[in-house]
């Protein structure tokens, strides 16, 4: 086992900017695991309706998952392929931080599964039911490129593992926008809001988080680092962890983690509120809205016409 430490150890100061930014971390997690509980204790267990297509406890059972390896995450910040860590404890390690993350994120996905084969079988939709399908998929090829990277400390493999959770969630996106004219009313406006948020997600990998990985595999490049063999960093993230509260060298990780251990977190509750309204899922449905509008025209004309 090997600690570095690129600054005195001890305790974080509140004088470091990383101090307050860490506190935030734990007290949206603090909330996020409030809020999973409320959401368990309240959430009816079985959804109402008989075309239901989810499980109201398989999805708070996901969400658990996401909701708790996040704050695990907040709790003990790391940067992986740096081997940089806010804490000298074995939690701190690269390898414990990243199976959490990995079991937590293929939830995530699952979850988006569940809610997108929902939508495409009350609809008929085939781009919703085939986002369903091919999201998982996806997002397990990009694990292993997270792993290729921290293992090796490659940061191409990350350059890459985003731009397959760009293109999985860009499916995603095109599948919402063509359930947009199946549904009426604060149906139509969630799908709405979750494609405003999934374009904005997408802009901020390609804008942000892919050049700067992009950026930092060409450095390495540049100065003739050395990357690793897998086997050989398969040791070294077991066995070593960077203890530094240097705001300079974290600077660049804290904008990808606040969002995701915040805006993602609650991505994942909300997909557990959606399920458990699936059975109220058709009246919102276009064609129902006009068969509706269209039955009481008859009504009215038949009681004047007999």
């Keep these: 086992m090997s600690v570095e430490s690129r600054q005195r150890p001890g305790s974080l100061a509140w004088s470091n900017p990383l101090a307050w930014w860490w506190g935030l971390l734990l007290t949206v997690s603090v909330t996020n695991i409030a809020v999973w509980f409320f959401l368990y204790r309240e959430l009816p267990k079985q959804p109402t309706g008989n075309l239901s297509t989810c499980g109201i406890e398989l999805m708070l059972l996901l969400s658990a998952a996401y909701v708790f390896?996040?704050?695990?995450?907040?709790?003990?910040?790391?940067?992986?392929?740096q081997r940089m860590c806010l804490f000298d404890t074995w939690l701190s390690s690269v390898v414990v931080?990243?199976?959490?993350a990995t079991v937590a994120e293929v939830c995530f996905a699952v979850q988006w599964a569940i809610t997108l084969n929902q939508l495409g079988t009350i609809t008929g939709s085939d781009a919703s039911l085939n986002?369903?399908?091919?999201?998982v998929p996806l997002i397990l090829i990009a694990e292993c490129f997270s792993w290729y990277a921290v293992?090796?400390?490659?940061?191409?493999?990350?350059?890459?593992?985003?731009?397959?959770?760009?293109?999985?969630?860009?499916?995603?996106g095109v599948a919402l926008c063509r359930l947009l004219p199946e549904f009426g009313g604060p149906?139509?406006?969630?799908?709405?809001i979750a494609i405003i948020g999934i374009a904005s997600y997408l802009a901020f990998l390609l804008a942000i988080d892919v050049p700067m990985y992009?950026?930092?595999?060409?450095?390495?490049?540049?100065?003739?680092?050395?990357?690793?063999?897998?086997?050989?960093?398969?040791r070294d993230v077991s066995t070593r962890w960077v203890v530094t509260h240097d705001f300079a060298e974290w600077k660049d990780e804290i904008a990808?983690?606040?969002l995701y251990f915040s805006v993602a977190v609650w991505v994942s509750l909300a997909l557990c509120v959606f399920c458990s309204l699936s059975g109220?899922?058709?009246?919102y449905r276009t064609e129902a809205i006009v068969g509706s509008r269209s039955s009481a025209t008859l009504a009215i004309v038949s009681k004047y016409y007999p």
């Design 187 to 192: 149906l139509c406006m969630i799908l709405a």
């Design 214 to 234: 992009l950026s930092r595999w060409r450095a390495k490049l540049g100065d003739g680092s050395k990357l690793l063999r897998p086997l050989e960093g398969l």
């Design 280 to 283: 109220h899922l058709l009246r």
């Design 131 to 135: 986002a369903a399908w091919a999201i």
């Design 69 to 81: 390896g996040c704050a695990f995450r907040s709790f003990l910040p790391r940067a992986d392929v």
């Design 256 to 258: 990808w983690m606040s």
């Design 151 to 172: 293992l090796t400390t490659n940061y191409l493999g990350h350059a890459v593992e985003n731009s397959i959770w760009a293109a999985a969630f860009f499916v995603v």
């Design 97 to 100: 931080g990243r199976s959490v």
